[in-house]
């Protein structure tokens, strides 16, 4: 079975600091690793991405995010917060085997407090 | 704007009638998914197309639920004698698949807000 776990519903950091989002997740086959950011009333946004090669990604506004096969981990970082990253982060997986169907964590809100 | 686009983006029906929301997806798109989002929950996958065809709908579509994409462009969710359990956003979200077969990643509208009283 395809899952995603995001095992904290809320992250709090001080502005300035580093930031991390924890991602694991279970899929047959080689995984496709997504981060997704919903702001209040808006949309889903991509970020970035893991599909194959280098394990860490770097993606939009500064956020970048390393695969861990060994842990089944797509841990999501930022060296330095921005009060403008407070939204909710959304983790998710796809693979071949599943046809390409995406399944997504239900979500972390992340609040960066100046 | 070349974007994903929702019509409505938001839908208060009584119980008991049919809704049918709209979907535009990314023109050059060959995929088009229908995923549901309630409140402090990540998205459920519902449905999707490749091009015209429908290749998975999930157990969580009940009966009630149909999807079109006729000619493989703009896609159709209707829902039939709606409860208030179909209180939900639903997102489309359109993807390119490549020639190896894996899909590129999604583009979201921005919702279709439904409120069943």
């Known amino acids: 079975a395809q899952s995603v776990a995001q095992p904290e519903d809320q992250v709090n950091v001080a502005e300035g600091n580093p930031l991390t989002v924890k991602c694991t997740y279970s899929v047959s086959g080689n995984p496709y690793l997504f981060w997704y950011v919903q702001y209040p009333n808006r949309g889903l946004q991509f970020l970035l991405k893991?599909?194959?090669?280098?394990?860490l990604v770097k993606g939009s506004y500064g956020f970048e995010a390393e695969f861990n096969k060994s842990q089944t981990s797509f841990h999501l970082k930022k060296p330095s917060a921005l009060v403008s990253d407070s939204a909710l982060y959304f983790c998710?997986?796809?693979?071949?085997?599943?046809?390409?169907?995406?399944?997504f964590g239900s979500g972390t809100k992340l609040n960066v407090k100046p | 704007d070349t974007g994903v686009s929702q019509n409505p983006r938001h839908k208060i029906t009584k119980r008991g009638q049919n809704v049918t929301f709209r979907c535009d997806p990314i023109s050059e798109h060959n995929r088009l998914y229908w995923y549901r989002q309630t409140l402090g929950q990540g998205p459920e996958f519902l449905t999707y197309?490749?091009?015209?065809?429908?290749?998975?709908k999930s157990r969580l579509l009940s009966d009630r639920f149909s999807a079109e994409r006729p000619k493989g462009s703009f896609s159709t969710l209707e829902i039939q004698r709606t409860e208030q359990g179909d209180s939900a956003m639903y997102l489309c979200a359109s993807s390119l698949t490549g020639t190896s077969g894996n899909t590129g990643e999604l583009f979201f509208g921005e919702g279709s807000r439904l409120t069943v009283l």
């Open positions: 998710a997986v796809s693979s071949l085997y599943n046809f390409n169907k995406f399944y």
């Open positions: 197309f490749q091009n015209e065809a429908q290749l998975e």
């Open positions: 893991y599909i194959t090669g280098d394990n």
